[in-house]
């Protein structure tokens, strides 16, 4: 089992960065593949990025080529850099884990581990 913590929100403006954090408690957290999700209101919680333990990541098309996902397994932590920020980029976001197995992880019954959320607004 794996507790996962989420940091780094915060109030920003249109064109600015953010770097979120996702600290995990227990063993074994370069063994899971990490997701970062995030749900506005009133919206579904949507794909952001995922990486695998291999280091492969993937994007969704509304945040390619301007976020990075990364993770640090010595720290077990996973992080975000959030670059050209956009209002449309505001949310609640969170990370997920999910043992790894085959496949590419998207979609947010894949994962198994949840963190509480960190606020992210952008104003225009």
């Known amino acids: 089992q794996v507790q996962l913590v989420e940091s780094g929100g915060g109030l920003v403006q249109a064109g600015d960065s953010l770097r979120l954090s996702c600290t995990a408690s227990?063993?074994?957290?370069?063994?899971?593949?990490m997701g970062w999700f995030r749900q506005a209101p009133g919206k579904e919680r949507a794909f952001v990025a995922t990486?695998?333990?291999?280091?492969?990541?993937s994007y969704a098309t509304t945040v390619k080529g301007r976020f990075t996902i990364s993770r640090d397994n010595a720290k077990n932590t996973l992080y975000l850099q959030m670059n050209s920020l956009k209002p449309e980029d505001t949310a609640v976001y969170y990370c997920?884990?999910?043992?790894?197995?085959?496949?590419?992880?998207?979609?947010?019954?894949?994962?198994?581990?949840w963190g509480q959320g960190t606020q992210v607004t952008v104003s225009s």
């Open positions: 997920a884990a999910v043992w790894d197995h085959a496949g590419v992880f998207i979609q947010t019954f894949q994962y198994d581990y």
């Open positions: 227990g063993r074994s957290f370069a063994r899971y593949a």
């Open positions: 990486i695998g333990t291999s280091g492969g990541s």
